[in-house]
């Protein structure tokens, strides 16, 4: 049973920086794809970033160059460094986990992430 636990976030300024972390239990995380999603208020939850077990990166436009996820396979955890916030930042973000051929995601409970001066 896959597990996911996330903390971090909170509330932000503009132009500032937060971290959101996710620890994984329940999995061999090497065989895990980890990914952040983030949801507004009225929108469709959005994918944000993912992180092959290898390292390898993709990030949504919006956040590119501003946002960055890694992982820690010892310790079995996910981060994402955001810099450069924005009030559009502002949304639930979740933590992600997609076995390797897989197309099933397992999902943390969200934290918060409020982007406001």
């Known amino acids: 049973q896959v597990q996911l636990v996330e903390s971090g976030g909170g509330l932000g300024q503009p132009g500032g920086s937060l971290r959101v972390s996710c620890v994984a239990s329940?999995?061999?995380?090497?065989?895990?794809?980890m990914g952040w999603y983030r949801q507004s208020p009225g929108k469709q939850r959005e994918l944000i970033a993912t992180?092959?077990?290898?390292?390898?990166?993709n990030y949504a436009d919006a956040v590119k160059g501003r946002f960055t996820i890694s992982r820690d396979n010892a310790k079995n955890t996910v981060y994402l460094q955001m810099d450069s916030l924005k009030p559009e930042d502002t949304a639930v973000y979740y933590c992600?986990?997609?076995?390797?051929?897989?197309?099933?995601?397992?999902w943390g409970q969200g934290t918060q992430v409020t982007v406001s001066s």
């Open positions: 992180i092959s077990s290898g390292g390898t990166t």
């Open positions: 992600s986990a997609r076995r390797i051929m897989s197309s099933v995601n397992s």
């Open positions: 329940g999995i061999i995380f090497s065989n895990y794809i």
